[in-house]
């Protein structure tokens, strides 16, 4: 009894040595995968996600063997809290898809790879780009990115509430716009909802009044944000806001109809708001499209958009900066402007409008985008936008008064 | 781990100090080994407690005076209580402080109130008792980010359930309130929240506690003639005193710490109306990466909250307990 348990035993390790030796041997007969972790806040509501996970990484990985792309995809909410938790925790993947916004911040805190430097062909690549969303990467002397997308905010409208609120068009000046806002509240109806008091969502209004947020330099608010120009662009806001012809939702309140909602419900008419918008209502409402009303200062928008940016951690560094220039890749590019996503490649921008008609009106506008301060302390000028202006709003203070405020905080942080 | 020096020192009364030596050597041996034996049946405990507890405790107060550079290997300053002063002159700090107190000063007393007299409800014979007792706890056992989410749209102001309710089918209001939108409804829809998902986990506690409550007292009480309101009064809620100091330990910590639901249903908005303390720590840390700040909040709260443990296991002392 005691013979045949030490027989199966003696049997069964040798079967474990077989499989092991075997399986070694398949491993190093094989050739070595270099493995690259990418974060990014592609919408899974619209079809980016699908997009990037069914064909452009597949295809990544079908011309570039030996490298496999493990995508992460984060809410947009979260994916800053993502990357400040990985700066802090030293635990950063190999590439992100950032926030324009966040490049600086990300820069000034030595996290990521300055690209003009560690990319030998960086001149080549950043020349197919538009020079407008390039600088959005370029942080004291260097350039820690590319961009990977743009994008603009323009006047998108449902054509059927327009059709109910008695117009026959989208307005194009402030004039047109709060007279049409009055007719369309006499149907019961908003034409215009804004979905908080962010400089992505008032610095278009303070633009198109010919006003600016700071100097060209980026250095003082004061004598900009709170000239009489800005002020006009605000004043014009709270004017249509204390008319009731515009819905509480621009005070930032998280109770109020969101504007998809409202859009979709036919209670709003039109809001601003980048090409994803088509994609993900495109369904469900019969959308259109055109430049914001113009003001003093024309019809001027924000530039939006992501950058692609390597980390210095990176341990895989010739990997990561090979799928940087296959999403950089025209065939990369096309299949992302199928999803919603507007190329940066100069070479592109005629395809764009045969594969939606409705990108021929964000290339329009973008023509007519600024871009935010670009400063690590992004995210506190926000804040104070978001604290100040609705004072204004409220009536507590005059436009004027929370301008001044508001200019005067932002020198502190500039 | 009984023994202790008293009877081994009052039963050898009389027996020579050399008669004497072996024992006592033989007894604090002993007790040497019971010491050594209860630190090591605490010690895993305490390590995680260290490990989970006291070290980033320690680590915040650490960070609270630096303006601390969050990239490994980045020298941060050092700037003493900076931070502290800085939260002390901050008016978003104090809003913050007033409505984490509001919270708990809404929901503690709710939750004790209504979890207990859910408690009695469910501690008497009744059909179905079980069911009950399931269906009051299900929002216990619920996530706060769905409930949360759920919350915000039952108190949205175009087309809630709030609203439809007060407005549309009873016309209490004469127009559509617009409960986040403002700071008081604010503060009270997310109150409501807090009690809902909150009340099932007192009753169970105060129900364990009823059930343990000896019957003969019951009985004597109502053969002495006690109604049930006495009954409940004189013996029943006396016999479940520590009980209810837990619980109100307890909430008052969770009231303090409020986080998810005003992260979710306000984000703290808007202007900053329904800060709480730790949605502002949140905002300075995370989107300001101003950590040595948050720190020093964070570090704040945990002081508050121990300095209100305190008073509270004092109030809750019974007067023979008191030195």
Same mark, same amino acid.
Request: glycine share 8%.
């Given at each position: 009894?005691?013979?045949?348990?030490?027989?199966?035993?003696?049997?069964?390790?040798?079967?474990?040595?077989?499989?092991?030796?075997?399986?070694?041997?398949?491993?190093?007969?094989?050739?070595?995968?270099?493995?690259?972790?990418?974060?990014?806040?592609?919408?899974?509501?619209?079809?980016?996600?699908?997009?990037?996970?069914?064909?452009?990484?597949?295809?990544?990985?079908?011309?570039? @063997?030996?490298?496999?792309?493990?995508?992460? @995809?984060?809410?947009?909410?979260?994916?800053?809290?993502?990357?400040?938790?990985?700066?802090?925790?030293?635990?950063? @993947?190999?590439?992100?898809?950032?926030?324009?916004?966040?490049?600086?911040?990300?820069?000034?805190?030595?996290?990521?790879?300055?690209?003009?430097?560690?990319?030998?062909?960086?001149?080549?690549?950043?020349?197919?780009?538009? @020079?407008?969303?390039?600088?959005?990467?370029?942080?004291?002397?260097?350039?820690?990115?590319?961009?990977? &997308?743009?994008?603009?905010?323009?006047?998108?409208?449902?054509?059927?509430?327009?059709?109910?609120?008695?117009?026959?068009?989208?307005?194009?000046?402030?004039?047109?716009?709060?007279?049409?806002?009055?007719?369309?509240?006499?149907? +019961?109806?908003?034409?215009?909802?804004?979905?908080?008091?962010?400089?992505?969502?008032?610095?278009?209004?303070?633009?198109?009044?010919?006003?600016?947020?700071?100097?060209?330099?980026?250095?003082?608010?004061?004598?900009?944000?709170?000239?009489?120009?800005?002020?006009?662009?605000?004043?014009?806001?709270?004017?249509?806001?204390?008319?009731?012809?515009?819905?509480?939702?621009?005070?930032?309140?998280?109770? +109020?109809?969101?504007?998809?909602?409202?859009?979709?419900?036919?209670?709003?008419?039109?809001?601003?708001?980048?090409?994803?918008?088509?994609?993900?209502?495109?369904?469900?409402?019969?959308?259109?499209?055109?430049?914001?009303?113009?003001?003093?200062?024309?019809?001027?928008?924000?530039?939006?958009?992501?950058?692609?940016?390597?980390?210095?951690?990176?341990?895989?560094?010739?990997?990561?900066?090979?799928?940087?220039?296959?999403?950089?890749?025209?065939?990369?590019?096309?299949?992302?402007?199928?999803?919603?996503?507007?190329?940066?490649?100069?070479?592109?921008?005629?395809?764009?409008?045969?594969?939606?008609?409705?990108?021929?009106?964000?290339?329009?506008?973008?023509?007519?985008?600024?871009?935010?301060?670009?400063?690590?302390?992004?995210?506190?000028?926000?804040?104070?936008?978001?604290?100040?202006?609705?004072?204004?709003?409220?009536?507590?203070?005059?436009?004027?008064?929370?301008?001044?405020?508001?200019?005067?905080?932002? &020198?502190?942080?500039? | 781990?009984?023994?202790?020096?008293? !009877?081994?020192?009052?039963?050898?009364?009389?027996?020579?100090?050399?008669?004497?030596? !072996?024992?006592?050597?033989?007894?604090?041996?002993?007790?040497?080994?019971? $010491?050594?034996?209860?630190?090591?049946?605490?010690?895993?405990?305490?390590?995680?407690?260290?490990?989970?507890?006291?070290?980033?405790?320690?680590?915040?107060?650490?960070?609270?005076?630096?303006?601390?550079?969050?990239?490994?290997?980045?020298?941060?300053?050092?700037?003493?209580?900076?931070?502290?002063?800085?939260?002390?002159? /901050?008016?978003?700090?104090?809003?913050? *402080?007033?409505?984490?107190?509001?919270?708990?000063?809404?929901?503690?007393?709710?939750?004790?109130?209504?979890?207990?007299?859910?408690?009695?409800?469910?501690?008497?014979?009744?059909?179905?008792?079980?069911?009950?007792?399931? *269906?009051?706890?299900?929002?216990?056992?619920?996530?706060? $980010?769905?409930?949360?989410?759920?919350?915000?749209?039952?108190?949205?102001?175009? %087309?809630?359930?709030?609203?439809?309710?007060?407005?549309?089918?009873?016309?209490?209001?004469?127009?559509?309130? /617009?409960?986040?939108?403002?700071?008081?409804?604010?503060?009270?829809?997310?109150?409501?929240?807090?009690?809902?998902?909150?009340?099932?986990?007192?009753?169970?506690?105060?129900?364990?506690?009823?059930?343990?409550?000896?019957?003969?007292?019951?009985?004597?009480?109502?053969? /002495?003639?006690?109604?049930?309101?006495?009954?409940?009064?004189?013996?029943?809620?006396?016999?479940?005193?520590?009980?209810?100091?837990? $619980?109100?330990?307890?909430?008052?910590?969770?009231?303090?710490?409020?986080?998810?639901?005003?992260?979710?249903?306000?984000?703290?908005?808007?202007?900053?109306?329904?800060? $709480? *303390?730790?949605?502002?720590?949140?905002?300075?840390?995370?989107?300001?990466?101003?950590?040595?700040? %948050?720190?020093?909040?964070?570090?704040?709260?945990?002081?508050?909250?121990?300095?209100?443990?305190?008073?509270?296991?004092?109030?809750?002392?019974?007067?023979?307990?008191?030195?």
């Amino acid at each position: 009894m005691r013979l045949s348990r030490m027989l199966v035993l003696l049997v069964l390790t040798a079967i474990v040595a077989v499989t092991a030796a075997t399986a070694g041997a398949r491993v190093s007969g094989a050739k070595k995968t270099t493995t690259i972790t990418f974060w990014n806040a592609y919408s899974s509501d619209g079809p980016e996600v699908k997009r990037l996970d069914k064909v452009i990484i597949p295809q990544f990985e079908k011309t570039h @063997p030996g490298i496999v792309v493990k995508d992460v @995809p984060v809410p947009y909410d979260s994916l800053h809290q993502k990357l400040v938790t990985g700066v802090a925790g030293g635990q950063l @993947p190999d590439l992100v898809r950032s926030d324009i916004i966040w490049v600086p911040e990300l820069a000034n805190l030595g996290v990521l790879e300055p690209l003009d430097k560690s990319l030998p062909d960086f001149k080549a690549l950043s020349s197919t780009v538009f @020079p407008g969303p390039l600088a959005t990467n370029f942080w004291k002397g260097h350039y820690y990115g590319l961009p990977l &997308d743009t994008n603009t905010r323009t006047w998108n409208y449902s054509t059927t509430a327009l059709a109910s609120a008695g117009l026959s068009g989208p307005p194009k000046t402030f004039a047109e716009l709060k007279a049409d806002a009055a007719t369309a509240k006499a149907k +019961g109806l908003y034409l215009y909802a804004e979905s908080g008091l962010s400089c992505w969502n008032v610095c278009p209004w303070i633009w198109s009044a010919g006003g600016s947020i700071t100097n060209s330099t980026y250095t003082k608010a004061s004598g900009f944000l709170n000239g009489p120009k800005s002020v006009a662009g605000i004043q014009m806001l709270v004017d249509l806001y204390k008319a009731g012809l515009m819905p509480n939702i621009i005070l930032g309140g998280t109770g +109020g109809l969101g504007t998809y909602d409202g859009i979709t419900q036919g209670k709003y008419v039109s809001t601003l708001d980048g090409p994803w918008m088509f994609a993900i209502l495109g369904g469900s409402v019969k959308l259109a499209g055109t430049t914001i009303p113009a003001g003093a200062g024309g019809s001027v928008s924000v530039v939006g958009g992501e950058d692609i940016v390597m980390t210095k951690s990176s341990k895989n560094k010739a990997a990561a900066a090979e799928f940087t220039r296959f999403m950089l890749h025209p065939w990369a590019q096309n299949q992302m402007a199928r999803a919603g996503q507007m190329t940066v490649l100069k070479s592109l921008t005629k395809q764009l409008v045969k594969i939606h008609p409705y990108y021929s009106i964000y290339l329009k506008q973008i023509a007519n985008a600024r871009p935010r301060t670009p400063t690590p302390k992004w995210p506190q000028i926000d804040q104070v936008f978001q604290t100040e202006l609705p004072k204004a709003f409220k009536g507590d203070e005059t436009v004027q008064q929370a301008l001044d405020s508001a200019a005067k905080q932002i &020198d502190a942080l500039l | 781990m009984t023994l202790s020096s008293s !009877p081994s020192q009052t039963g050898l009364i009389g027996r020579s100090a050399s008669a004497l030596r !072996p024992i006592t050597r033989s007894f604090s041996r002993r007790r040497r080994k019971d $010491v050594i034996a209860a630190y090591l049946f605490l010690a895993p405990g305490f390590a995680l407690f260290a490990l989970v507890i006291l070290y980033p405790i320690t680590r915040a107060f650490q960070i609270s005076l630096y303006h601390w550079a969050i990239a490994p290997g980045t020298p941060s300053e050092f700037i003493g209580f900076g931070n502290y002063s800085k939260a002390l002159h /901050d008016p978003i700090f104090w809003r913050g *402080l007033v409505n984490s107190g509001f919270y708990m000063a809404v929901t503690v007393p709710a939750q004790i109130v209504i979890g207990l007299a859910i408690a009695v409800l469910l501690d008497a014979h009744m059909p179905a008792r079980t069911l009950f007792r399931t *269906l009051f706890y299900l929002p216990v056992v619920t996530s706060w $980010v769905v409930v949360s989410l759920l919350f915000r749209y039952l108190f949205i102001t175009d %087309g809630g359930l709030f609203n439809w309710f007060l407005h549309d089918a009873t016309h209490v209001t004469g127009h559509n309130i /617009d409960w986040l939108g403002q700071r008081w409804t604010a503060m009270v829809a997310i109150s409501i929240l807090g009690v809902w998902k909150g009340v099932g986990w007192s009753m169970i506690i105060f129900l364990a506690a009823l059930q343990g409550v000896p019957r003969e007292l019951k009985e004597a009480a109502a053969v /002495d003639g006690a109604k049930a309101w006495a009954r409940f009064r004189a013996v029943s809620l006396p016999a479940i005193r520590p009980v209810v100091a837990f $619980v109100t330990i307890l909430l008052v910590m969770g009231g303090f710490n409020v986080f998810i639901s005003v992260y979710l249903m306000t984000q703290g908005g808007p202007q900053n109306e329904t800060q $709480v *303390l730790l949605t502002w720590m949140y905002l300075q840390a995370f989107s300001f990466l101003d950590f040595g700040y %948050g720190s020093a909040i964070s570090f704040m709260l945990t002081l508050i909250v121990f300095a209100l443990s305190i008073v509270q296991l004092r109030l809750f002392r019974r007067p023979s307990e008191a030195v």
